[in-house]
């Protein structure tokens, strides 16, 4: 096996250790020494991989956020495409939740990770684009009048909320099984175009072209920034 190689296997195995460890830890942080000491390796060699602890948390979440638009570039029907955009919110809430703080956190005092932001955004983004062509797809099938922006943020706030909820402690003593819930959000962001049926046979999407169009003005700026 080639150095490089070696190199790149270790560094997955200190990103998925650390992930780990995180969802472990229940505050959002861990040390440097613990994750040496768990993965047996020199504190000194974390180092010849991530220059901080900030840039190891910004490197995780970027490999969840490749993580998801990996999932998201599955071909199948559209209805099993939103399906998956609010189930990968629900079936593992505390990771959802726990990374978005973290980024939360970083993007409001980490300092030298802007390089590594714009990796992340311009991830998003093309998932962004991904997520945006299932949507309208949906929305068609579905001969829905509700916007694609509009049913977007509807299974954002659904996933993230349904996320709070199966992350709390206080709450899960009443919710009873947890994928029975599951399913029940799921059902209810499948059935809500159909709340809003399109007045006529041509279902207009006005705002998908306008969404794609910021995306790719965001790209293109991303790109021409110096980092």
Partial sequence: MSRQRQFKLRE???????????????DGDITLDSLADQLDLAKGTLYKHFSSKDELYLRIIIRYEE??????????????????????????PQKAMLLNQI???L???ATGLNRLFGELYDIRR???????????????DE??????????????????????LLNSSFYQRYLGRRDTLRYAFVQQILELPSHYPAVSDEVMDEDMQE??????????EHRNTNY
């Fill in 103 to 105: 980024e939360e956190r």
């Fill in 126 to 140: 093309q998932r962004m684009k991904r997520l945006i062509d299932i949507i309208s797809a949906y929305l068609k």
């Fill in 107 to 109: 993007a409001a005092s």
């Fill in 67 to 92: 993580h998801l638009f990996d999932i998201n570039r599955i071909d199948d029907c559209a209805s099993a495409g939103v399906a998956r955009m609010i189930f990968q919110q629900l079936f593992n």
């Fill in 211 to 220: 969404l794609v169009e910021q995306i790719e003005t965001e790209s293109e």
């Fill in 12 to 26: 997955e195995n200190i990103l998925a250790m650390a992930e780990q460890l995180l969802l472990e830890s229940g």
């Fill in 143 to 164: 001969r829905s009048s509700l916007s694609t922006r509009d049913y977007l943020s509807s299974i954002w706030a659904m996933g993230q909320g349904g996320a709070g």
